[in-house]
């Protein structure tokens, strides 16, 4: 890989801080002593991978010294900070303070990440989003000193997509993916995105059944955009199939398990476990809409209402802490 990589933490402004323009500048409220712009844990960085200087957001936990690695995606049009402190991705964080791993959020140039789609003129321009990933994890592995059985991806819709991606170039480089509201792309592009990985990969996927728009669950154009600008990807069910061909479970019988926490959320989770050397989780979210699934963030419904029978951010977590075991 060519790609040369250089980590520098990089202070940001606080983000309620306002510049005084014009004179007499008005006294600013007094307000209790803040650990910085983010959260206590999460700090702001940057890396140079191609010449260009990308940026992440990276969450320790309180021992400073973190037994895994999990790289959140956040979804098309987002950014690291977004999915750190106001979705549901956001308890990630949570989860890396009682569970000691580093939660890092990276940001997609312009809001989209680079993913297999061959159809989507929005995600075929943006940089060499693989590169970036490659070198991000490549230099944290080293300054954490973890190896790739303790390196994991999870992403959300675009960010789901790219983690697809990030699985079927580098499967070597991780060892296992979880995804929220993310199908395959019908027309991948040629290479590793339509042949699929060389190795198979752990997997746990959340689908639901009312994304009928965003990510449509039977296939589609993505967004309903004009003219599937967004380009087209293969239903929920032809996803979870291509992944268990991959991981030789194909003729394996699931273990179901329905959970049903909140009876005002369109339906209840039904979870699918395909057991094997690398086994996939499939939750199929029943009436639920294309947000990421949580019992703790509540977000407002788009096409369905938000999943909120689990916590994706738990699910996904117990299902890497179970490949680290």
Known sequence: MAAAARLRLRPLRHPHRRLCRRPPCPRPARRPPHPGPYPAGL??????????????????????????????????????????????????????????????????????WNDCRS??????????????????????????????????MTG?????????????????????????????????????CTTGPQRAVPALMTMATGDTVLMPYPGGCVADAPLCVRGRVISAVATRDRFLQINALAGVTPIIRTVERDTGDGGPAVEHVYAGTAPVIWWRLDGGGHKVPSLSVRQDADTAPQNRDIEFAEEAWAFFDQRMR
């Open 43 to 112: 700090s702001a960085a940057t890396i140079r991978v191609d010449g260009v200087e990308r940026s992440f957001l990276i969450h320790m936990p309180p021992s400073g010294r973190p037994r895994a690695l999990v790289l959140v995606l956040h979804g098309g049009g987002g950014n690291g900070l977004n999915a750190a402190t106001q979705s549901a991705q956001s308890v990630f964080r949570t989860v890396a303070d009682r569970a000691g791993f580093a939660a890092v959020y990276p940001s997609a140039i312009d809001g989209n």
């Open 119 to 152: 159809d989507a003129p929005a995600v075929e321009e943006q940089a060499r989003d693989t590169a970036f990933l490659d070198a991000l994890i490549a230099r944290l592995q080293s300054e954490l000193g973890l190896g790739a059985g303790a390196v994991f």
């Open 156 to 192: 959300h819709s675009n960010g789901a997509l790219m983690t697809f991606r990030y699985a079927f170039e580098r499967a070597d480089r991780i060892a296992a993916i979880a995804t929220s509201a993310g199908q395959l792309p019908e027309r991948p592009e040629a290479g590793l």
